[in-house]
């Protein structure tokens, strides 16, 4: 095997520029491929970083009564939250109701959080203010959709937990800019405290986003949600966004492959007297298939090198720097920021370079076989067509 | 001259075989690629037109300023002379109607009584009633999780999981509540006869598809529609068309101020399509850029070799009194032949494939964990035959070839006749 | 969406007016003596209306007519007469649960517990607007804050507050004539202050020897548009209502 | 151990398919080869020199008849046996060189002894010395392509006798030099003979070659005419 890689190497630095053309395709494509899943995984990575960042946190707890998919209810799905260190949590208190931006009534989901809260990303520090009118925040979506713009004054109204009509004019103290939709399409976040004594709901919470220190154990009262469960629905549709992709790189790892093929073929033909040489030298057969399947397979693994020497530098300014995703796609019910940071981790390098020699390896084989059947005498020759 | 080389591509399996076959595979993946590439990325399109923008929408403009809350009561009126107009105007297109609604939905125990409710979307489409080509554009039967598509009056799908809530099989019936056009009490009673998948979990939690007469007559929509969509002929997107269409549409209405009046929006300016579409365009003509390139490096490639191959072959007929020009001539005129036939057949391999992609799609669920087929997220690969992929493959597969051959063909006449012969020899 | 909002507000009224049965005499200013007078005034131990509502849309308006029969405070039921499309839908409200029928589907729908609870098909009213049947002089402690001219009439002004929990509007205001004892305008605030919504009453004639408001507009403060009236055809009060009308089976009838 | 026989062949038949029926190469053959000989097979084209040569090298088996090559049986011989009698026992020195091009000519010499998985630095020591058997040593590093015609065939004997093999297989070795290179391979070779008593067997029509020759074999047709043993000469080595 030693000798047989030795002599491919030498074989292939020795044919210049032929070599270098196949090398060049097979590493462009594996760069194409490996970035092509790097800005998926990169995607994801990020999907779930922001919605981590700025919904799940490490995990809800939703009030035994309060079902996230049942708007029927918050009502009366809320409750005292039994946690000795409420440091590690953020208490949510849900209420539906409606805003009347310019006279046009919209249902939404009014939402208290601690102003001080440092789980969650939201900006609640707007939350925080010395006027008579309550700030709130909203994200870019609902803006959108509601036309209301930061420093506007909108009416809001609710029922009370005793079912009595109240209505206040907030002040929209900032429209955030986040990727995750569900913390935005339909909703708007009120500061906790003032909150839950309009609605006359006290020390009442409808769910809490814990953090890493929190203690998970049991809560009588609370469903436990985990970071992982939360993500679940999120991965599905990157999954099915990779597996279309995959296609693509199937076609383009054929192109290369072809390239590869194509020259095995040909350079097995012009080659003959080569194998015949090897042969009368005293090589089995065998010697010389795996001596060319080795010169094929190393192909990709200079393409690897050549790879790795462009895209080290190139994947990394890209992983720093993102790409930017145009404003539109954003409006799909996906998280997904207007600058994507591609992740290149080593398990995707190392399965893509197993992919591409296996592959260029199998793809050199094939051609090779061939030489197992030539007559050696013919092959001295150059006679064999 | 090309009869004679032609004979000698066929009767000569080394000249041409394996370069058509090279040729042919590699012309065939640049055609799949393209395709693939142009379907994927017209993917969103596309499902944005089925679902949501149609290639055109006809609403009134009070009913697009306040789109997002699905105002019935703005829909457009007198529908019926309104579809006509169109569908003489424009009989290619495809118009249809479909209205979106809110509602309650109740079940019912053996007393009479209510066993469970919950509220629902509803989702309207010319299921029985129309010509048949919506069901069709939307693949309803195929996230069907259990049951057929509606056949009859106040026949419904539901989602899944909210049939599961509710505790409901199929046949089973269900009491709707709601509020007509009018802002007035909608009242119905549907029987289910399938459970409908979405993939997407706001929609399989409380989600009901039922045909657009119905809609119409338990909302009070009697020749009223929220939507018209208009489809382009083989629902094959056209943008320069589907404004064509829609400018030409509105200009008729130019001089109405009534709030109420019909508008006709392009997909492209529905939502954010617009910039959408701009992007996908450039990442598609950049992807093939890339994909050409290294094709046409691949196929040059062979070109080379299929010229130092014959160097022998070129001795002989030096030898036999040729010019180098001719030789040099003839043997890029076989490179032409052999780059058409390559062409020709790799195009026709990749169309097909591409169109059969088209057409039934691929099946990529079992690439994706605990995805099932499903309305809104599509597990099947769809790809789209243009136009171009009909002639795209001859960049790498005519030129890049012919292109190579005759590079390599320069050695003909930078060698000396004489070690020619002296190869003739060897 | 706006459907039940204002066959809600329809019964709201008749519960409305047939509040405080028992007047009693006291000092003329006293704002509970007012409140008394204008229940006297407008309610009795049942009643049966036959009113007409416009509902004005974006687009066009549309007139229901209907006819209701109450029976104190708990049960009433009503049918509607017009447009064609409505005609013949029932709804029966009893305690706390509420049932709506439908002649072309045959069918009841019941809505009670939580849902009675929830905005109606994302409106901003829930069902169980339509449950709340305490008098005001239960739910409302009241004050005279002042003398208006309305519409060329002289009133008292009434500030109502809520003394109960659970009550839609925490806060009333109520203009009452001071000759008729019937209000001629009214304004309802949430707990914050805000108004919420006016009503104005008008074409006060004689019914039965009691002053009625035949027109009503109602007018949510918080959103643009024309309002909703009512029209009184005919109203007749301690007619005698059969108790079957106050079951079940009358929805099927 | 000069009359140690190391190749004995009997009643050798070689028939190639040649389109419907057989072409007969060689018909009938019985040689027997002493180790240390310098013989050599000459006839006009298509006489079956090659092939001859070419069985005895374990590249071709016979049709029919036996040959036996340093106690090897070549009809019987799995590839393997073959190319391990080849690799050890046998070098080939051809025509047309059949250097391997992208190789220097340290390297090709070398190839022959990387199969035998012979150290590296034994390998350079024993290339270096075959180098300077054929005058390259000066040479080793440079690439094969950029050798004249003489030093390209000197290459193909270093790398022939670099494994000091027993025979030494020479097919038309001299027919692409002039007479002036022909004559100072034919001479390096003859004394390799007789310094290492390495077996050369030749296949020739050049007169030139024949002249060094010890023995010589005339086919005709494929059939043995004349197997002529020469007198020692003597050359100015």
Known sequence: MKLAIQLAYRNLMGAGLKTWLNVGILAFTFLLIVFYNGFMDGWNAQAMRDSVAYEFGEGHYYHKDYDPKDPFSIKDGHGIIQVDNLTNVVPILIRQGSVYPDGRMMPVLLKGIPAKQSILDLPTSYLQSDEETIPAIIGKRFAKASRIQEGDDVTIRWRDQNGSFDAVTIHIAKVFDCDVPTVDAGQIWLPLYPFRSLTGLDYQSSMFVINKEFDREQYPDWNYKSQEELLKPLKMVVDSKKAGGSIMYVLLLGIALLAIFDTQVLSIFRRQKEIGTYVSLGMTRSQVVKLFTVEGAMYSIMAVIAAIIVGVPLFYLISQSGITIPQSSQTTSLSISEVVYPKFTLSLIATMILLVVLAATMVSYLPSRKIAKMDPVQALKGKIQ | MIAFLLKGILRDRNRSLLPIIIVAIGVMLTVMLTGYIKGILGDVVRQSARFETGHMKVVTQAYFDNMAQLPNDLALDEVAALSQNLSEHYPDVDWVQRIKFGGLIDVLDDQGNSRGQGPVAGLSFELYSGAGSEPKRLELSNSLVEGVLPQASNEILMSYKFADKLDLALGDEVSYLGSTMNESMAFSIFKIVGFIRFGVPQMDEGTIICDVEDAKVILDMDDASSEILGFLPKDRYDKKRSYEIADQFNVSYQETDDEFKPIMLPLAEQGELKSLIASAENMSFIMMAIFLFAMSIVLWNTGLLAGLRRYKEFGIRLALGESKGHIYRSFTLEAVMVGIIGTVIGTLIGVSFIWYLQVYGLDISGMMEQVESSLMLPTRLTAQVTPELFFIGFIPGLFAMVLGNMLSGIGIYKRETASLFKELEA | MNTLYFRILLIGIAIYFQQGIDAQTTTAMDPVYILEQVDANMSAKNRIIHAKMTVHGRRKSRTIESKSYSVGRLKSYSEYLAPAREKGTKMLKLDNRLWIYAPSTDRTIQLSGHMLRQSVLGSDLSYEDMMEDRSLLELYDAKLIGEETVNGRETWVLELRAKVDGVSYTKRKSWIDQERFVPLKEELYAKSGQLLKMIELSEVSRVDGRWFPQKMVYKDMLKKGKGTEFYIVSIQFNASIPDHYFTKAILKS | ?237
């Open chain 4, 1 to 237: 151990m000069k009359n140690e026989t190391i190749i004995t062949i009997k009643n050798l038949v070689k028939r190639y398919p040649e389109g419907d029926t057989e072409f007969t190469a060689l018909q009938d053959i019985n040689l027997e080869f002493c180790r240390g000989e310098f013989a050599g097979v000459v006839g006009p084209s298509g006489s079956g020199k090659t092939t001859l040569l070419n069985i005895i090298g374990s590249l071709d088996s016979p049709t029919a008849g036996s040959v036996h090559v340093l106690g090897h049986e070549i009809g019987s011989l799995s590839h393997r046996e073959s190319a391990a009698l080849r690799n050890k026992d046998i070098g080939f020195i051809f025509q047309v060189y059949n250097l391997l091009p992208v190789y220097t000519v340290f390297e090709n010499v070398e190839f022959a002894l990387m199969l035998q998985k012979i150290k590296a630095s034994e390998r350079k020591k024993a290339v270096m010395q075959a180098l300077e058997w054929v005058g390259l040593a000066d040479k080793h590093k440079k690439k094969v392509t950029k050798l004249s015609g003489g030093e390209g065939q000197r290459v193909a004997i270093a790398r022939a006798m670099v494994k000091r093999p027993a025979l030494v297989i020479a097919d038309e070795p001299t027919a692409n030099l002039d007479a002036a290179n022909a004559h100072a391979i034919l001479k390096m070779m003859k004394k390799l003979n007789t310094e290492l008593n390495t077996t050369f067997l030749f296949s020739t029509h050049d007169e030139k070659v024949m002249t060094y020759l010890d023995r010589i074999i005339h086919l005709e047709d494929g059939k043995l005419i004349k197997d002529d043993i020469q007198s020692p000469k003597e050359y100015s080595l």
